[in-house]
């Protein structure tokens, strides 16, 4: 068995007292290995094994990473402080939270206190690759894609980003980054011997997938798409099968389009045609003539409206050729007569200077947060996030709408139609009738 009492007394008594001790000490005791001095030790290939073969260059770093911060000397060998340190760590992690963030930086980044470009292309092919279950151990011409997230990161002409400043910058746009590396880390404990005597907190970790029906032509491509799987609030991250869910550790939250410009038109009255009356929240794509991406989450029903709305799961990004996070809460309005106010679909937090207008009926925009650049709106699409149910409520809603204003149009109606008691009547229950009687 090896000198046991000799590894148990380099221990501190603050690990002794985790509710992991006992299961990662019997976790060490079955695959370590004893030395010439009796000791006992995990080798790089012992520790491998415990791990699915797939995230060969993670479980290298991780073994790495483990030894570093219970030693202060170089040691290419993993003794029980080590690994129950590192583990005992790593068990403590709150997904998405910033902590996790930081702990998987620091492993990712092999302990760099300063990351290059290249360090931080590394880290987001690494843990995209997890998702998609294929080992990258060189970055190919086609991760371009993420050498610009990379560089988004870096203050202009910097060459360095700091470990610090980094964490903090991948908290803010991407929470749940390392949300479906840490699953996949817990899913291998929790095929050990004694993990059923410890809570492994496991999580579902959301992919985001377009309606199966839709076109090849889409706004989102699927970085974009994962990228805002971990990022943008849970609200939108609805699973497809919610009966299943309990026992999925990944999950599809498959979004319904409610629009699409380039199979509607591209006016107020088609937008609102098609996305009025969803009762959930939307994820509206907006593609424009000078190649920026933008995505508005917003978290309440769509309406006309004198002031901002948007709740606190409200989000306006831009997702290329950079991801920023631009504003929240609060952000839109949606204004086609009040005068005194701009026409269009304004975004962001102050009127007087918004983020984005998109102006002459949805078909030009104008970029305040690019110092008032102005472009055209190439396409547009709207996805409902709230599942089958609403966008199914949507239109009997939209049908119920139809035959009212059927009915009304073989009547005579005195006046105009907006001083008309009828449509009073339907404003009052909050039914939005201008889109089916233009």
Partial sequence: MGNNSTSQSTIPDSLKIS???????????????????????????????????????????????????????????????????????????????????AFYIEVFSDGKVELTVKDITAILCSVHSVQLKQERNHLPESDTHFEVLAKSLFCKGADLVNRNECVNQVFQLWPRLFNHVHSWILRSLSKQEGSNDIVLHKHDCTRIQL?????????????????????????????????????EEYFTSELRKLYDSNEHGLSHNRFKHHCFSYRGPTLMAILLGNDVTLVLAIDVEWRESTKCFGDTATRLYQVSPQFKLLSEKNIVLFNERTRGLPVGLILGNNLSKPQVSLLDGLTSAKLGYLGGEETSVQKMQVWGCAGVKAETAQKQQQNWEKRQAEQLQKVKLPGAWDENPDKAILDMAGITTEHARR
């Avoid at 001095?37 to 791990?51: C, N, P, Q, Y």
């Avoid at 971990?230 to 009966?243: G, H």
């Fill in 19 to 101: 509710p992991y001790f006992k299961f990662l000490s019997k976790f060490f005791q079955d695959i370590s290995t004893v030395i010439k001095d009796g000791s006992r030790i995990v080798t790089i290939s012992k520790f491998k094994e415990a791990f699915a073969d797939d995230n060969v260059s993670i479980v290298e770093l991780l073994y790495k990473y483990f030894i570093v911060i219970a030693t202060d000397h170089v040691c290419h060998e993993m003794q029980k402080v080590s690994f129950i340190s590192g583990f005992n760590k790593l068990l403590k992690l709150e997904y998405g939270s910033q902590d996790m963030a």
């Fill in 211 to 247: 309606q199966s029906s839709s076109d090849s032509h889409g706004i989102l491509d699927p970085i974009a798409l994962w990228l805002l799987s971990v990022s943008i609030p849970a609200l939108y991250l609805k699973s497809s099968r919610e009966s299943e869910k309990k026992h």
